[in-house]
């Protein structure tokens, strides 16, 4: 996982500001380096997953962290992640559709109704699943390739949850779908990643791992 210098923002004494621009405040400084930065490895670690592409996810990162930046003034709160990630997902989606001149995957997807989203969200976490414990087993390099293997929003759900831990509504407001789908893409992504990461030949794995 790349890892990006603290320091990302800091004020430099004696600079001025250019004409017709406003410098940010000490205040506003302080709160971005506090609230925003502790989140600079996962957001890197999101595009990286979403491009498949080291180097254009470092690009990705350093966008979204000047428009975080600059629109910082207009965060109200809530989760700072979570604003940060959609941010890195919206530059993430300009980067890929600039590169392939416009076009853009579309997968036909069913969800959860919100009535029955809603009662599962309110619910505690249950135990692992026999995916979730796959996913837990198996080495890095492994899981990674897996991950990159599947298709975009279930990988980006996966990456949300498993890897950067966000809740489902948090992953929600992140990508702009409701929980329902959340769940359904969540549900979807883990048995990909089950059929890719189990032995092959032993189709009874999952049932058996199921019930240890």
């Known amino acids: ?19 017709g621009h406003s410098s940010p405040g000490a205040g506003q400084v302080t709160e971005f380096n506090r609230l925003i ?8 670690n999101l595009a990286r997953y979403l491009t498949r592409d080291a180097v254009l996810a470092e690009d990705i990162v350093q966008d979204a962290m000047v428009r ?22 919206n530059c993430c989606r300009t980067a890929q559709s600039s590169a392939a001149g416009g076009v853009a995957l579309v997968i036909h ?65 992140v990508t702009g779908v409701p929980i329902g789908t959340v769940m359904s893409r969540l549900a979807r992504g883990r048995a990909m990643l089950a059929k890719e990461l189990l032995p092959a030949g032993r189709p009874g794995d999952e049932q058996s791992r199921s019930v240890k």
């Open 1 to 19: 996982m790349k890892t990006f210098a603290p320091s990302f923002f800091t004020r430099t004494a004696g600079r001025r500001p250019a004409p």
């Open 109 to 173: 997807e069913s969800g959860l109704s919100e009535e029955a989203a809603t009662r599962l969200s309110d619910q505690p976490d249950p135990g692992p699943t026999p995916e979730e414990e796959v996913l837990r087993r198996a080495d890095v390099d492994r899981v990674r390739s897996a991950i990159e293997a599947i298709p975009e929003p279930f990988r980006e759900a996966i990456v949300l949850r498993e890897l950067e831990d966000l809740s489902y509504a948090e992953i929600a407001e």
């Open 68 to 89: 975080a930046f600059r629109a910082f003034g207009q965060f109200r709160g809530g989760s700072a992640r979570g604003w940060l990630f959609a941010i890195v997902r």
């Open 37 to 44: 930065l502790p989140h600079l490895d996962g957001a890197y």
